[in-house]
């Protein structure tokens, strides 16, 4: 068996792109510090960050009439 110590693996931090410790030591991981990732949430918060796509409808509408609560369903 060899007698080598891991190298402690680091990854960009996704808000500066400085490296940061991707391991539990790190409590703020993959970002490098509390404020990247502060930064990161307050941008999804702020809708900064989207998904492309069609607006899907959010009634009951489409569905059919006794599936809904208010329905006539047997």
Do not use: H
């Not at 069609?54 to 047997?74: I, V, Y």
Request: hydrophobic share 25%; glycine share 12%.
């Amino acid at each position: 068996m060899s007698n080598t110590t891991a190298k402690p693996r680091t990854v960009r931090c996704p808000q500066c792109g400085q490296p940061a410790l991707y391991s539990p030591e790190n409590r703020w991981r993959p970002f490098c510090s509390e404020r990247c990732k502060l930064i990161d949430i307050g941008a999804w918060a702020a809708g900064d960050y989207r998904i492309e796509g069609q607006d899907e409808p959010l009634s009951d509408e489409t569905g059919n009439p006794g599936d809904s609560p208010g329905g006539r369903g047997a």
